[in-house]
């Protein structure tokens, strides 16, 4: 009998059977996590596709592989966008530049943020420091309550255990190198 080609599991179904598995509600991942329940049942229920900090905390929460899981969300994202040039939370491209590894600590992405982008109402959180450096256009970071805008040539360094956020309020497409430094 020949073998029967296995379909690949989506993230949504993957998270959710994992946080089942672990007899955890939203709720209880949503503390473990930080994120806000709707933000992670829309993840769940693939409404939105998450963000590298949030498969990082995802991944640790829930002891998934997240370097498997970045590779095929970025995938999903990538013709999600090609699709749809929305602007909308889930508008940042992802290019990893770096191999992850169980014994990699840090994560190196080329990021794209579109044009007048402002992700209302969603921070990100996870271990470790964050390095952010714009290459291109001009971006606002906000950290905590402190707010920054970075133009080419500058960076910011911060531990991203605090509450932060990514937002393009300019007219034109920014391009920055992300490095995420996991313990």
């Known amino acids: ?27 209880d991942l949503a503390l473990e996590t930080g994120y806000v329940p709707e933000v992670l049942r829309a993840v769940e229920e693939e409404k939105s596709v998450p963000p590298v900090s949030l498969i990082i905390q995802l991944g640790q929460a829930l002891k998934l592989n997240i370097d498997d899981l970045e590779a095929e969300e970025e995938s999903k994202a990538a013709k999600r966008r090609s699709k749809s040039h929305q602007k909308r939370v889930d508008s940042y491209a992802y290019t990893p530049l770096t191999k992850h590894g169980a014994d990699k600590h840090l994560r190196g992405y080329l990021v794209t943020i579109d044009a007048n982008t402002e992700h209302k109402g969603v921070e990100y959180h996870h271990e470790g420091e964050e390095f952010e450096y714009v290459l291109q256009g001009s971006i606002t970071v906000q950290v905590g309550e402190n707010i920054h805008r970075l133009t080419k040539g500058q960076s910011i360094h911060f531990n991203s255990a605090l509450r932060h956020k990514l937002s393009n309020p300019n007219p034109e497409i920014a391009e920055l190198l992300v490095v995420i430094y996991v313990p």
């Open 1 to 27: 009998m020949p073998a029967r080609k296995t379909e690949k599991m989506s993230f949504g179904r993957r998270m959710k059977e994992a946080r089942e598995k672990m007899d955890m509600s939203i709720d």
